[in-house]
């Protein structure tokens, strides 16, 4: 039985979902009982975080071994003594993973409490702190120091301000007030809140239901201008607000990573990581990352690299890009050039400009491509809601589409192509691969090294030959109930590496190469 209850979607998407993976081919191959087990499983997974933070070395500056050390003391510091490894994977040198301990049973809830929103929530579960902006509720009586219990809410029902909540709430750990009740929820110039939902590509799914505090007016986002202002705003809140709650006991213990070793890591979940070294880029090669934002995947190609050659970073929002710019320059990475753009618009018509290194840019004009789509983001862990309708869930393939068209364009013969999502649809992964190979007679699948996730899943018309040239991974495939202190150092570093690949998020990677021009 999980620890937290299976993750919360509208009816209409779990229906979807069920028919997804209940699929007459899987049916087929696996048997009714088999399949509704799985299924069941990955419902109960996503609701939990990975059982391993995963970092990336920024070999370009230090040594694997020089970052592990450094972090090891980190780590050793955070967890008050406690003995937890840091382990090297075996088949991606640059990648250190810290094993998770919990879900930690024990804890005594408190009779203060605070609430915070699902995303929240789902960000303390990773080993962060509670920030102002994420406190949607606190007792009355709260008081700076005092120690709280902090509650997820994960149906969006309670109301700000709150001095109780009798509704449905997760339990996610216990820590310290850093402010009371009055400090947090303060009028003072700050009146009325706004909710906008930003998207980050890189995690595909909603970042944050963020609330802005405006002063005696409610404000309608309607233009990209506007939601570029009111991002730098809520930037400036959280750096003036900091944080509400530090967690000393939550019920995941995850370190706590932001501003460590902030040259040398880079926070990133294993198959994000795994994506890059299937793309393979060389010293000297052109590759193109048309959805790049925030850059994690960007530098990441630009370190195996050595630096070397030139990394073409897109995305159409500004403020992306400037974020692509500047983790390039905290990792000092210079081959990195990032342009705002739409990569669906990124294909020059006729003749480029003399001297135009931006986009738009001309056919066949990249060794390798990266496409990391943006999509439904049902893969991201831990996440025990997801509120998006079916319509907004099934609303990605035509784009992605059209990004796919694009990037075989942009691609020379002979050249790489890299697609990738974090989502666990048919329709956004192996129907995908069906329709580029029927649609594109140029490409071809290729094998991919290294080998972390499983196969692809049956459903989409695709072979047993072309399925097993994919990767998913498939969090359903864990067995795991947890991990404490005492089974982890009873456990041999190379199971503890099996459980990693296994137990991350949902993933999924199709590599192809392009054989021909026409």
Known sequence: MSFFSKILLQREVE??????????????????????????????????????????????????????????????????????????????????????????????????????????????????????????????????????SVYSDIEGKCKRGAKEFLGTKVFIGNGISELSRSEIFSSNGSLNYISITLMSKEECAPLSLISILLKNKKQTITSQSS???????????????????????????????????????????????????????????????????????????????HDQGEVIAMDKIANKVKKIKQNAALLQLNCIKAFCCDGTKALAIGKKEDGQEGPPFSAESFDRILLDVPCSGMGQRPNMAYFWTLKEVTSYQPLQRKLFSMAVKLLKPGGTLVYSTCTITLSENEEQVAWALETFPCLQLQSQEPRIGGEGMMGAGLSLDQLKLLQRFDPSSVTSRGMDINSLQDSREEDLILLANKDCIGFFIAKFIKLNSK
């Open 15 to 148: 229906e979807y979902l069920g028919n997804v993976f209940r699929n007459k081919e899987l049916i087929s191959a696996l048997g009714t009982l088999e399949a509704e087990r799985k299924y069941e499983s990955l419902l109960n997974r996503l609701s939990h975080p990975p059982a391993f933070t995963t970092v990336r070395v920024n070999t370009h500056l230090a040594s694997v071994k020089q970052v592990k050390n450094l972090l090891f003391e980190e780590i050793h510091k955070q967890f008050k003594g406690l003995s937890v490894p840091v382990l090297q994977h075996p088949q991606l040198q640059d990648i250190l993973l810290i094993p998770v301990i919990g879900p930690r049973k024990d804890l005594q809830k408190q009779s203060s409490e605070v609430i915070v929103g699902a995303q929240c929530g789902n960000s303390v579960l990773r080993g962060a702190h509670v920030f102002v902006p994420g406190i949607i509720s606190a007792s009355k009586c709260m008081k700076a120091g005092d120690v709280v």
């Open 227 to 305: 939601i570029n202002c009111v991002t730098q705003k809520f930037s400036e809140c959280l750096v003036k607000r900091g944080i509400g709650v530090r967690m000393t006991d939550p019920v995941y213990l995850s370190p706590s990573l932001d501003n460590v070793l902030s040259s040398y890591l880079f926070l990133q979940n294993l198959p994000s990581a795994v994506v890059s070294h299937v793309l393979n880029p060389q010293p000297g090669e052109r590759i193109l990352d048309m959805c790049a934002a925030p850059g994690g995947k960007t530098t990441h190609l630009a370190t195996l690299m």
